[in-house]
T-cell receptor, first 116, second 114 residues
Framework: AQSVTQLGSHVSVSEGALVLLRCNYS??????LFWYVQYPNQGLQLLLKYTTGATLVKGINGFEAEFKKSETSFHLTKPSAHMSDAAEYFCAVRKPRSNTGNQFYFGTGTSLTVIP | DAGVTQSPTHLIKTRGQQVTLRCSPKSGHDTVSWYQQALGQGPQFIFQ???????QRGNFPDRFSGHQFPNYSSELNVNALLLGDSALYLCASRGGSGAYNEQFFGPGTRLTVL
């Protein structure tokens, strides 16, 4: 079974500070991993994804994440927070190449607040 | 490209009623998935449609049903509404058979059950 745990339902950072949003997964096989962002009253937008290959992936808006198999983690980081980064962030996993389940499993989300 | 569109944006129903939500996938996409996002929670997978058939289903009761049309658009139907069905319903589409194909989400329909 696939599951995702996001540590910290609320994270506050000062503008210009490092952003670190944590995600740990549980999966019977190495999954595909995703980070989505959701702004108020909007759908989800893909920030970045890991499927295979390089474990450090770069996404939009200066975000990046590193897949660490030994830690079953896929933490999202950004070196310098901007006010426009304030949003809800969701980590998700998906089984690779599965005939029985290629649906996404989402974490409960982390609300990021950026303090001026 | 309009992306994934959903209608209506907001809906208010009373317990016991039935509701139909609609989704048009991104151009070129043939697979549509529906998710329920309760307040303060992550999206939960309801089901997925491909070639006009339900291909996968999450842990949702039979009150939740769907349909996909030849033009790949889709409907989500919920019967005998409960208060707990109040949520944001998200539609997502993807296309092609590639293993890495990305899923694009619509803005959602906010359903309130009174």
């Amino acid at each position: 079974a696939q599951s995702v745990t996001q540590l910290g339902s609320h994270v506050s950072v000062s503008e210009g500070a490092l952003v670190l949003l944590r995600c740990n997964y549980s999966s019977s096989v190495p999954p595909y991993l995703f980070w989505y962002v959701q702004y108020p009253n909007q759908g989800l937008q893909l920030l970045l994804k890991y499927t295979t290959g390089a474990t450090l992936v770069k996404g939009i808006n200066g975000f990046e994440a590193e897949f660490k198999k030994s830690e079953t983690s896929f933490h999202l980081t950004k070196p310098s927070a901007h006010m426009s980064d304030a949003a809800e962030y969701f980590c998700a996993v998906r089984k690779p190449r599965s005939n029985t389940g290629n649906q996404f499993y989402f974490g409960t989300g982390t609300s990021l607040t950026v303090i001026p | 490209d309009a992306g994934v569109t959903q209608s209506p944006t907001h809906l208010i129903k009373t317990r016991g009623q039935q509701v139909t939500l609609r989704c048009s996938p991104k151009s070129g996409h043939d697979t549509v998935s529906w998710y329920q996002q309760a307040l303060g929670q992550g999206p939960q997978f309801i089901f997925q449609y491909y070639e006009e058939e339900e291909r996968q289903r999450g842990n949702f009761p039979d009150r939740f049903s769907g349909h996909q049309f030849p033009n790949y658009s889709s409907e989500l139907n919920v019967n005998a509404l409960l208060l707990g069905d109040s949520a944001l319903y998200l539609c997502a589409s993807r296309g092609g058979s590639g293993a890495y194909n990305e899923q694009f989400f619509g803005p959602g329909t906010r359903l309130t059950v009174l």
